[in-house]
């Protein structure tokens, strides 16, 4: 997915993963107990800054932490902005 953003500096655009709609056992959650993902796709980054750059790339899936980030809303999708040092991991 494309938006029409650019992070500046060391942050990046992250699309969360959706929540888990049911529990192993097939147990439908409430949106009220859904627990916010932790796990999403980078969709932009910045240019990093002079000393440090960026590490991150579009379309890598990472982890972060439960409170990182600002929820932005961009053309009705909801996504979080943050800096590149709220990111614990890149899976895969």
Do not use: H, W
């Not at 097939?26 to 859904?34: C, E, M, N, V, Y």
């Not at 002079?50 to 932490?65: F, I, N, Q, R, S």
């Not at 932005?72 to 040092?85: A, P, T, V």
């Amino acid at each position: 997915m494309s938006v029409n953003v650019k992070p500046l500096a060391d942050r990046v655009l992250v699309e969360p993963a959706a929540a888990e709609e049911k529990t192993v056992g097939g147990i439908i959650i409430p949106d009220t107990a859904k627990e916010k993902p932790k796990k999403g796709k980078i969709i932009a980054v910045g240019n990093g800054k002079a000393d440090e750059p960026m590490t991150v790339k579009v379309g890598d899936e990472v982890l972060y932490g439960q409170y990182s980030g600002t929820e932005i809303k961009i053309e009705g999708n909801d996504y979080l902005i943050m800096r590149e040092s709220d990111i614990f991991a890149i899976v895969g």
